[in-house]
Nanobody, 124 residues
Framework: QVRLVESGGGSVQAGESLRLSCTAS????????MAWFRQAPGKEREGIAA????????DYDASVKGRFTISRDDAKTTVYLQMESLRPEDTAIYYC?????????????????WGQGTQVTVSS
């Protein structure tokens, strides 16, 4: 069983930045991808960023591309999501996931392990 622990959420003003962290109890190999998803109130969960750990290859949803950056620190078994130029529509609970996605890296099927989520609130 892989445990994922997110941290770094909070409340900010539009235009500000936040960095989320996700530390995994088990890292890579059997779960070569890690990703960030988010779910806003009344909306479905959406994948926003993913990273193929071995090559550090990243994929992004169009809604965050150019503003968010996913990265990893192998020594700390941690994946980060640096969020810049935050907007009110980025308000959501952000979840970290690990696994082997069946489809694209930012689609949920295949991610077997999930964190508990961290709240990000952006006010205008």
């Amino acid at each position: 069983q892989v445990r994922l622990v997110e941290s770094g959420g909070g409340s900010v003003q539009a235009g500000e930045s936040l960095r989320l962290s996700c530390t995994a109890s088990e890292y890579g190999f059997r779960n070569p991808f890690m990703a960030w998803f988010r779910q806003a109130p009344g909306k479905e969960r959406e994948g926003i960023a993913a990273i193929y750990l071995e090559l550090a290859r990243a994929d992004y949803d169009a809604s965050v591309k150019g503003r968010f950056t996913i990265s990893r620190d192998d020594a700390k078994t941690t994946v980060y999501l640096q969020m810049e130029s935050l907007r009110p529509e980025d308000t959501a609970i952000y979840y970290c996931a690990a696994g082997r996605p069946y489809r694209t890296p930012i689609e949920a099927p295949g991610y077997d392990y999930w964190g508990q989520g961290t709240q990000v609130t952006v006010s205008s």
